[in-house]
């Protein structure tokens, strides 16, 4: 009697063994499709949010331009949680209070500058680990920092 149930408990043994070799086996082969699309995921919500804050800084230099006349070129640089306006190279402090309104997460560093020719240029635009960049209204191009 002893001697089966010794039976049983080594296959017993042997099949939660065999069930956590396959089970790692699984994670091997998902991890990387898994890092891979969580990757996209960050990359794709840093063009979505960087699209949002130059439709929204659009909106700012319209809206201002329509009150009083607002010098090109007009650029936000982003600081931490926080952005000054420039025109012309000048730092402004308007009467009113200016909010980037977006959907999404504002960018720790970097700017975004509306050229003399109505352009805008995109310039290290970080979120987190991704860094955004776009000249002269071309291609918005988001990559991932390896720093």
């Known amino acids: 009697m002893k001697e089966e149930y010794e039976h049983y408990k080594?296959?017993?043994?042997?099949?939660?063994?065999m069930v956590i070799v396959i089970l790692l086996i699984v994670l091997i082969i998902l991890l990387p499709s898994v890092i891979t699309i969580t990757n996209n995921m960050a990359e794709d919500s840093a063009v979505t949010s960087t699209k949002n804050i130059v439709d929204s800084i659009k909106a700012i230099y319209t809206n201002m331009n329509l009150k009083n006349e607002v010098a090109l070129p007009f650029e936000v640089v982003f600081e931490k949680d926080d952005y000054t306006f420039y025109e012309m190279g000048k730092k402004v402090n308007y009467e009113i209070t200016l909010n980037i309104k977006i959907d999404g997460q504002l960018p720790t560093s970097?700017?975004?500058?509306?050229?003399?020719?109505?352009?805008?240029?995109v310039k290290?635009?970080?979120?987190?680990?991704?860094?955004?960049?776009?000249?002269?209204?071309?291609?918005l191009i988001c990559t991932k920092n390896n720093n």
């Open 110 to 121: 970097g700017s975004i500058l509306i050229n003399k020719d109505g352009t805008t240029t």
């Open 124 to 139: 290290d635009l970080t979120f987190g680990s991704i860094k955004c960049n776009q000249k002269n209204d071309q291609n």
């Open 10 to 17: 080594t296959i017993r043994v042997i099949e939660y063994g």
